[in-house]
Each structure stands twice: as structure tokens, then as C-alpha cells.
């Protein structure tokens, strides 16, 4: 038995067919048939029910299954741990922020931790929505900063900081849902490659301003073009300076997000890494 053959068994599982597993491991379904029916020969056990359109796991095959998801567990945690090993010190630490992460705290923690780590280069990227968890579940970065909005099994969260989001409007007095319709309502949109579906506090039936930055949304505000909820971070001074006003309407709430710093438990991390990493999870932002 392999650890190959393993991999096999679960991709045929996890995909559903010996070509949807074959084109994920990147290998001829000849290769994973002669796999699994080498591993069924070993133990003198049939695996997978042949007889229909789809593989299915026999009785055997299920216990059989149950073990082996446990061994690639154990296998895939040696295999990190071995390349962690062998890391030595990082060049070069990749760190993505959210729009609606508290970037000047941020940025503010990075220079202090930074200052006794100066042969290592930190590159920072700026996403909206999923764009940065789409990046560390790609393995782009090592560390991100953003809402979750959708989990997985592969992220390591920690919850760092918590904002509300507020409706705002540069100087109209607002009276109905009616009237808020009449304007623009300034919209981010989700820098991922493969943007989320969903429209997050987006009104129906209403104008938009499709902007790429919690920034640019911000300055369309302010210049009197639309409407649009932002961070509390970002407008608490606007709003006591009278600035900017809060639309007060039943309709239009105040949201609280969630702010976390997450990773990609399948990426090795560098001894750096695993400092930086320690360091924002003992702090209260």
C-alpha cells in the first residue's frame, strides 16, 4: 500500500468518478484503475461496486475509506511539518487586507514587528469581499485579514476585530426608503476572480455606483454622488464634524462585521511567519 494509492482512493471518492478524480490528479484513468486494483489485490478486497455509471464504495470499501482518510490526515500533517522543517528563514512574507479591515492598526503592527525582522521583504495586497480568501485558499499569501464570508475546512481563523457598518449620505436629510431610491447607493465589488454571487446590504431597484475600494466608495460619497454604508473606522470623525449624515431609516440597518486573520492550514509557514502569526493573535484591536 501507497501513499499514492491512497490519494487515489479518496480523489475518486471526493470527485465521484475515475475521470473527474484523473483530471484533478492530473493522471490517466488507466494509471488510477491500475492503482486501486492494486490495492485491492493486496488485501483481497473489492473497493469500489463497478456494476453502475458511477463508482460506488462497497461495504468494505467504506470501512476501508474511513482509514484511509485518517492515514492521509496524518501522512499530509508529517508532509507539512517535514517542509516547514526545511523552510529556514522566510525572504518574503505575503499579506492580504480587506477593505473593511482596520488597515492603520494593521499597518501600525506590521512596522513594529517588521523592525526586528529587516532581511525579510513584506508584500502586501489589497482585496474587497472574498478576494482575499480567495487568495489564501489559493496560497498566494500567507496571512490575510478579512470577513468570512463562506468557510472551509483548509482556513485557520482567528476573530481580531469587529466593525459596524454605517449608512451614510454626504449632507441630504433622508425621509423615506422612497426618497434614499432616488440616489445612487455606491456598491464595492468583490475583487475575486471568481466573485461571490451573493450582494451584501445591496438595495433593490436602485442606481449604482460600482466602485473597486472602500476608499473610492468613501470619496463618491463625500463628493455628494450616492449613498452607501461604510466602515465605522472610516467616518466616525466625518459624522461628529457633521461631515457626512447617518441615513436613519428601519430599512437600511447598521451591520456588525467580523473581522479575522486567517490561513491556509495546507501551507507550510516559516519560522517568521509563525511569529507574525502569534503576534496579532495576542493582541485586542
Not at 501522512?75 to 517535514?82: C, D, I, N, V
Not at 480567495?134 to 464570508?149: A, C, D, R, S
Not at 442606481?207 to 476608499?215: L, Y
Request: with cysteine.
Amino acid at each position: 500500500m501507497t501513499y499514492d494509492q491512497l490519494v487515489t482512493l479518496d480523489s475518486i471518492v471526493k470527485y465521484g468518478s475515475f475521470k473527474s478524480a484523473s483530471e484533478f490528479l492530473h493522471k490517466s484513468q488507466p494509471s488510477l484503475s491500475v492503482a486501486i486494483k492494486k490495492l485491492e489485490e493486496e488485501f483481497q478486497i473489492k473497493l469500489f461496486d463497478r456494476s453502475e455509471y458511477r463508482p460506488k464504495l462497497t461495504e468494505e470499501g467504506k470501512l476501508f475509506y474511513q482509514k484511509a482518510k485518517l492515514a492521509l490526515v496524518h501522512m499530509k500533517s508529517l508532509e507539512l511539518f517535514g517542509e516547514e522543517l526545511g523552510m529556514g528563514t522566510e525572504s518574503e512574507i505575503k499579506v492580504g487586507i480587506d477593505g473593511l479591515a482596520p488597515l492603520a492598526k494593521i499597518l501600525c503592527e506590521l512596522r513594529h514587528f517588521f523592525s526586528d525582522f529587516q532581511s525579510t521583504d513584506l508584500t502586501l495586497s489589497m482585496g474587497q469581499i472574498s478576494g482575499v480568501l480567495e487568495k489564501v485558499l489559493n496560497k498566494e499569501i500567507e496571512i490575510g485579514f478579512t470577513p468570512l464570508h463562506f468557510s472551509s475546512p483548509e482556513l485557520e481563523t482567528i476573530e481580531i476585530y469587529k466593525t459596524m457598518m454605517i449608512p451614510v449620505i454626504k449632507d441630504q436629510k433622508i425621509s423615506s426608503i422612497t426618497n434614499l431610491k432616488k440616489i445612487p447607493q455606491v456598491v464595492v465589488t468583490d475583487s475575486s476572480k471568481k466573485p461571490l454571487d451573493e450582494s451584501f446590504g445591496v438595495l433593490e431597484d436602485v442606481r449604482r455606483w460600482n466602485v473597486s475600494s472602500m476608499d473610492a466608495k468613501k470619496e463618491i460619497i463625500q463628493s455628494g454622488l450616492g449613498w452607501g454604508r461604510l466602515p465605522n473606522f472610516m467616518v466616525d470623525d466625518e459624522l461628529s464634524k457633521g461631515a457626512f449624515k447617518k441615513v436613519s431609516l428601519t430599512e437600511i440597518e447598521i451591520h456588525e462585521v467580523k473581522v479575522y486573520m486567517i490561513r491556509n492550514k495546507t501551507k507550510p509557514m516559516g519560522p517568521i511567519t509563525k511569529k507574525l502569526w502569534r503576534q496579532f493573535a495576542s493582541l485586542e484591536m
